[in-house]
C-alpha cells in the first residue's frame, strides 16, 4: 500500500514550520545560572575555568533526551 501524498500549497508556512523543527528554548533557574561556571577570575591566568556539576549533569540530560 503506497504512502499517502499530500500537495503543499502553503510554501512559506511549510518552510517556517521546518525551520521552527530544530528551535530548542530551555528554561534555566537563577540558581542554576549562578552556579554554571566558577565566578570569573579578574587576572585571566592560570587553569581554564571549571564547569559545576549541575552544568555536566543538565548537559549529559539534554544529550540523552535529544538522543546525541
Known amino acids: 500500500m503506497a ?9 512559506s508556512t511549510y518552510n517556517k514550520a521546518l525551520k521552527q523543527r530544530r528551535s530548542l528554548t530551555i528554561w ?5 545560572i549562578a552556579a554554571w561556571t566558577e565566578k570569573q577570575r579578574l ?3 592560570g587553569r581554564p575555568l571549571q564547569y559545576s556539576n549541575i552544568t555536566i549533569t543538565t548537559v549529559l540530560m539534554m544529550k540523552r533526551v535529544i538522543g546525541l
Do not use: R
Open 43 to 45: 587576572n585571566g591566568v
Open 3 to 11: 504512502k499517502p501524498k499530500f500537495k503543499i500549497t502553503n510554501w
Open 28 to 32: 534555566l533557574d537563577e540558581s542554576a
